[in-house]
């Protein structure tokens, strides 16, 4: 990822324009905020605040955005057309780069099937480094699957601790709450699908 990991949040989120993709989108479908609000449970200044690229959005809240919408949530990322075929292959460190902060950690996203359409399923590599400061679980609509690649993950499943090593893997029910954190000081990459359940992504 050396090659997009370099990018500032800033510049990779003034690329990706999100707030103004989901305006765009919202106005084409003839859909008002608080359309969008009574569907996700998000306040209207919020989703406004999102759409003027004041607040840039963690991907539990796009996802919810991305529903409400009816479209995957990489339709957000995707800058240009891509030629359709059968197969999308994404070379190493070509993953389309998102941003998420959080109180205790920073965590990016690298998209890996952001380039086939009709696709069913949504992969993502994820990085993300240990901090001190505490966060809480949150939970959301669909299934996950975790996957660690390097590092340790201390996965908060519910009232369980469930501890993650290299090459351990994770497939769990998202509406219950949970959070993902690395240790303080240590850096994890994992890989992550994410799905609706009752129907693939």
Do not use: C
């Amino acid at each position: 990822m050396a090659n997009i990991k370099g990018k500032k949040q800033k510049d990779v989120l003034k690329e990706l324009d999100l707030g103004g993709k989901i305006r765009e989108l919202r106005l084409k479908k003839g859909m008002t905020l608080k359309d969008i609000s009574e569907r996700t449970g998000f306040s209207t200044a919020l989703l406004s605040q999102i759409e003027n690229n004041i607040v840039s959005p963690p991907i539990s809240t796009l996802w919810k955005i991305a529903q409400a919408l009816d479209v995957k949530l990489t339709y957000f990322f995707q800058q240009s057309p891509i030629e359709q075929q059968d197969y999308f292959v994404v070379r190493k460190g070509q993953g389309k780069q998102v941003f998420r902060q959080e109180s205790r950690y920073s965590i990016t996203y690298f998209s890996l099937g952001y380039g086939k359409e009709g696709r069913k399923m949504d992969p993502y590599i994820i990085e993300f480094t240990g901090k001190e400061e505490p966060t809480e679980p949150l939970g959301h609509d669909g299934e996950e699957f975790l996957y660690v690649l390097k590092g340790r993950v201390e996965l908060t499943y519910g009232d369980k601790m469930i501890l993650l090593e290299e090459g351990d893997s994770i497939y769990y029910d998202s509406r219950v709450s949970h959070k993902a954190e690395a240790p303080q000081g240590t850096v994890v990459l994992a890989v992550v699908y994410r799905g609706n359940k009752g129907r693939v992504e």
